[in-house]
């Protein structure tokens, strides 16, 4: 598989506190890879880094042959790296229908469609649909139709997660990072939202990285793991060999799983 | 729900061109005052959309009325259409580079930083001997392509030419809503984080709603201008700027015709407090603003939508 993401030699440091260190990752095309690691070990700012959020101190991210590590989020966004939040990032005082409206208008302007002078109904690239039904169809499939007229402000938190992983998969990403979809979820609905998720992804063809701290959820639906512990890469394999790591077992997981 | 903006539009137009020689000149003044008045909340409807509220829109309405006095004083022109191209031009220019300034900045800053620039003007221009200092200086009777309209015509054509304009402008913006960039400003106000990871430059289309709020703002200062016949320093001055916040705040940002219908009713208010006790009319102007706040926070025109809401 060609690699699609590659980080290399990621350093951070945030004052005395180190959040990246040397992280060096390939990332392959069409893979999902799950990021694990307690609070603080460097999950989050691995995201943050490919997405432009934080600029690594040292160290370089190229997406598909191309230096990225300058860009800003929103041009990063428009090459394809999409993410969701760890807190929903949502339109509070808008409905999820027009909160999905706003994301396929941001899709439309950057190609040029929809502007001021354009007839009609434009049609949304990748969904060859005017943005209504593109909205409706992203809606069905993340099972938000129902939440249709709600405010966003008013939603369950699941519920939330999934219009926060929706708005991201407006601009049909090549890579979709998810940090933390299944959290402030019920036990009962991750994998629900999971399998759901990955469905919807894979129907794209995107490549998926998700921060997770359920390891049932990180065996069933990661292809490979990357377990973090102080800023560093302490284990990079599949989950069934990654779990077992005594590493990952006594920094990651813990005595009791 | 099917949109009737412009066919209200059309038939405002329709009314006002038709029924307006029959209407008594006093009322002439008012109205294109108001349609003035009314593109201004119009451009700060836009900005206040997206959670931004100038303190400083009088910068632009001051800039048109300048710029429209300008052309008369310098090179003699007092043709009411290219009066307001240039107010339009001016505002727009300025807003253009100062938008470079302030679209990095959001609330209060944003707000005091408006009011700043504005009384810089004021300040420039009440030191500018050239510009008539803060006695300001007399426009050129209005005309119309060139020609001045009789003395009983003058008042009707500056209205009509009034409503013309600023209906037009409406519709742009109205269509302007509509498109991707203008859908954008409630996002803006909601969420910029979300805003950038979708791709989108808040910043940008900040900068973008700054300048169509100057144009709209230039034009209506020239109107102004032409209509009173006279500018001076105090079209910049904060106050002003307040009252057309408070205009915007009347009217809510429900609709493009309600910053007109805004400034209507709060000429009405205005007009009727003064007569009432004209040494304590500003009591009544705020406790008309009060009662709306309290009762109507988005605007009376938001009593429309109720409506429609409910049947």
Redesign the interface.
């Known amino acids: 598989m060609p690699v699609i993401l590659d980080a290399r030699g990621l350093c951070k440091n945030f004052g005395a506190v180190t959040a990246a260190a040397e992280v060096n990752a390939a990332i392959e095309r069409d893979s999902v890879v799950g990021l694990i690691g307690t609070n603080g070990a460097g999950k989050t700012t691995f995201i943050n880094m490919i997405t432009g959020y934080l600029k690594p101190d040292r160290g370089s991210i190229e997406f598909e042959g191309r230096d990225i590590t300058p860009l800003a989020p929103r041009d990063i966004t428009r090459l394809g790296i999409c993410r969701s939040f760890q807190i929903p990032q949502l339109y509070s005082s808008l409905s999820v229908f027009d909160n999905m409206m706003v994301a396929l208008g941001v899709v439309l302007a950057n190609a040029g469609r929809g502007g001021f002078f354009s007839r009609g109904h434009p049609l949304v690239p990748g969904f060859e649909a005017p943005a209504e039904e593109a909205a409706e169809r992203l809606l069905e499939r993340f099972g938000l139709a129902e939440y249709r007229d709600r405010n966003a402000q008013a939603l369950p938190g699941g519920v939330r997660k999934l219009l926060d992983i929706a708005l991201a998969m407006v601009a049909r990403p090549r890579i979709l990072l998810l940090d933390e979809p299944t959290s402030g979820v019920s036990a009962a609905e991750k994998f629900g939202i999971m399998q759901m998720v990955l469905d919807g992804v894979r129907a794209e063809g995107a490549t998926v990285l998700f921060v997770e701290h359920d390891m049932e959820v990180v065996s069933r639906f990661a292809q490979r793991v990357l377990a973090f512990y102080d800023g560093r890469i302490i284990a990079d394999a599949v989950p069934q060999v990654a779990l077992a790591d005594p590493e990952v077992k006594r920094y990651v997981v813990g005595r009791h799983a | 729900m099917r949109d009737r903006t412009t066919l209200l539009v059309c038939v405002i137009l329709a009314l006002l061109l038709i029924g307006g020689p029959f209407i008594p000149q006093w009322a002439m003044f008012i109205v294109t005052i108001a349609f003035a008045q009314g593109l201004v909340a119009l451009g700060l409807m836009l900005l206040l959309r997206a959670g931004l509220v100038s303190f400083g829109q009088a910068l632009y309405y001051c800039l048109g009325a300048y710029a429209a006095g300008a052309l008369g004083r310098f090179l003699g022109i007092a043709d009411i259409f290219v009066q307001m191209l240039a107010g339009a031009l001016v505002a727009g220019v300025a807003a253009f580079v100062l938008g470079f300034l302030l679209a990095k900045y959001r609330g209060i800053f944003f707000g005091l930083l408006s009011l700043a620039l504005s009384m810089i003007l004021y300040g420039l221009l009440v030191k500018n001997e050239a510009l008539g200092s803060t006695d300001g200086f007399n426009i050129l009777p209005s005309k119309l392509f060139g020609v001045r309209p009789g003395a009983e015509w003058v008042r009707y054509a500056v209205m009509a030419s009034a409503a013309v304009v600023s209906l037009l402008l409406a519709l742009v913006v109205h269509?302007?809503l509509r498109?991707?960039?203008g859908?954008?400003a409630?996002?803006i106000?909601?969420?910029e984080?979300?805003?950038?990871?979708?791709?989108?430059?808040a910043r940008y289309a900040v900068h973008v709603k700054y300048v169509i709020a100057a144009v709209l703002a230039g034009v209506g200062g020239a109107l102004a201008a032409t209509t009173v016949g006279h500018i001076d320093p105090e079209m910049a001055f904060w106050t002003t700027s307040g009252e057309f916040i408070f205009i915007t705040i009347l009217a809510g940002t429900g609709n493009v015709i309600a910053p007109f219908a805004g400034a209507l009713l709060y000429g009405a208010i205005r007009t009727t407090a003064y007569d009432l006790s004209p040494n304590t009319w500003q009591l009544s102007l705020g406790t008309a603003l009060l009662l709306i706040i309290v009762f109507l926070p988005e605007g009376f025109w938001s009593l429309f939508k109720r409506h429609a809401r409910h049947s």
């Open positions: 269509r302007y498109t991707p960039l859908r954008l409630p996002a106000k909601d969420n984080i979300r805003v950038e990871y979708m791709g989108a430059s």
